[in-house]
């Protein structure tokens, strides 16, 4: 894949990721905005942090975030050039959005948690081995932040096995991902390769 190619391909990817991203915070904030005024997010494991203030402020991260992406897809579209640095910015800060909305909503038992996976599975997808360990090492320290914010000044989490298991459980379906992406890129290589001689043998033969 040419330069430009792999920009415009890249371009696509990021212009999807963006319209997943306007969806997703008008419908989280929404639900938490529901936790807020109907009290129930007590329920749910919800801290006092979790009010309009903070909700905004999440928001407003996103937005801005979306907002930087939807003027470097302009510019690349524009240029045909797009810098491949935009997609690892783009997964941490989704990271770091996951990471917000999860503290308030119960930290290591938020019903948020499973987006962590949603978001290294779809990058890991579009982009392979490379970027799936940079994300799952990004989550290993938002995890262990939220962790620390949720326990403070306690060193004892309880239930600290299971905290294993699940980053363990990260690991292993990020890299797997990133390695199934992996492969079927040099298949498709491959694929390309056979395409190529086949259609040099035709032409030799027609030339014949």
């Known amino acids: 894949m040419g330069r430009p190619e792999k920009a415009a391909w890249e371009i696509k990817n990021e212009k999807n990721k963006a319209g997943v991203r306007w969806l997703l915070a008008v419908v989280v904030s929404g639900y938490l905005g529901y936790l807020i005024e109907t009290g129930i997010g007590s329920q749910i494991g919800g801290s006092k942090m979790l ?3 903070y909700v905004a402020g ?3 991260f996103v937005v801005i975030a979306n907002l930087a992406v939807t ?3 302009r510019e690349g579209n524009n240029t045909g050039t797009f810098s491949p640095v935009i997609k690892y910015v783009t997964m941490v800060a989704d990271l770091i959005a996951v990471s917000l909305v999860i503290i308030p909503t119960g930290g290591s038992e938020s019903m948020f948690f499973i987006v962590y996976f949603i978001v290294i599975v779809s990058n890991a997808l579009r982009y392979g081995m490379r970027l799936a360990i940079v994300g799952v090492m990004s989550f290993n320290v938002l995890y262990v932040l939220v962790l620390t914010y949720q326990y403070f000044p ?3 989490i ?3 096995q299971k905290e294993i298991l699940k980053v363990s459980g990260f690991w292993l379906v990020g890299l797997y991902t990133g390695y199934l992406s992996r492969r079927f890129e040099l298949l498709q290589g491959e694929v390309e390769k056979y395409e190529k001689l086949v259609a040099s043998l035709v032409a030799e033969k027609q030339a014949k």
């Open 51 to 53: 009010g309009w203030f």
């Open 58 to 60: 999440v928001s407003a």
């Open 71 to 73: 003027l470097a897809i």
């Open 154 to 156: 306690r060193f004892d």
């Open 158 to 160: 309880p239930g600290f």
